[in-house]
């Protein structure tokens, strides 16, 4: 029998954010399902080192639901 242990080194979460992106993200995830909120969160995640303004929030948003809907 073997057993795999993975550590968790490195866990990179969302944030800090400024009022306004807060209030952009929220407007989009407001409806969305709980799989797709989750899958914008990792999204947003990946691309907060490029900058999270409006347009890139609301192009995160989409991917997200339509990857929900596939």
């Known amino acids: 029998m073997t057993i ?3 550590m968790l080194t490195h866990a990179e979460t969302l944030g800090p954010l400024t009022g306004q992106q807060r209030r952009t993200i ?10 797709a909120r989750r899958t ?3 999204l947003l995640i990946l691309a907060q080192p490029r900058g999270l303004d409006d347009a890139l ?11 929900d809907t596939a």
């Open 4 to 6: 795999t242990t993975i």
């Open 26 to 35: 929220m407007h989009h995830a407001a409806g969305m399902l709980p799989s």
């Open 40 to 42: 914008f969160r990792r």
């Open 57 to 67: 929030i609301a192009r995160t948003a989409v991917q997200a639901h339509e990857h």
